[in-house]
């Protein structure tokens, strides 16, 4: 992923299963930063961590109250965080989209509110002679997440 890895980033890819075993160490030293202090927290930032650790991770922050946010909300959270970095020009627009697509993916077919992400990014590839047009596109959608918090697709209630 192309984003940085904050206790907001880290929470939404642990709610959708996205959080790798050695992202574990960063995440929990980054609530440990937001002043969640738990025993476990403390053991994972300070040590290698690996896909095992999830569990572990996971149970610390039921113990502090920490909810995950929905599949959905996640999503949401992380097209926002995404955009913002196409936007600031950290992130290459493509990649962003390329993230986006993914992440998608994992929620499953009946959510569409990333589909112009996944347009782009798919043309981008398919035709790199328009790549230039798919990039603004990018960055056009990027805007709109970070100006209202959501796309040009409406959300289905």
Not at 102 to 119: A, M
Not at 130 to 142: G, M, N, P, V, Y
Request: hydrophobic letters at 45%; aromatic letters at 8%; glycine letters at 8%.
């Amino acid at each position: 992923m192309t984003f940085p890895l904050t206790l907001t980033t880290g929470t939404c890819l642990l709610a959708l299963g996205l959080l790798r075993g050695d992202q574990v160490e960063s995440l929990a030293t980054a609530a440990l930063e937001a002043s969640f202090d738990h025993s476990t927290l403390r053991e994972l930032a300070g040590r290698s961590t690996s896909a095992e650790d999830l569990a572990n991770l996971v149970s610390a922050f039921r113990d502090l109250g920490v909810a995950l946010p929905s599949r959905i909300e996640a999503a949401r959270e992380l097209a926002q965080t995404i955009s913002s970095e196409i936007v600031a020009g950290r992130v290459e627009p493509i990649a962003g989209a390329s993230d986006l697509a993914f992440i998608s993916r994992e929620i499953g077919p009946g959510f569409h509110e990333l589909d112009p992400f996944i347009y782009a990014w798919s043309e981008a590839e398919s035709r790199p002679d328009d790549r230039e047009f798919f990039q603004k596109a990018t960055i056009d959608e990027a805007v709109r997440w970070v100006q209202t918090g959501r796309g040009s697709i409406e959300p289905v209630v």
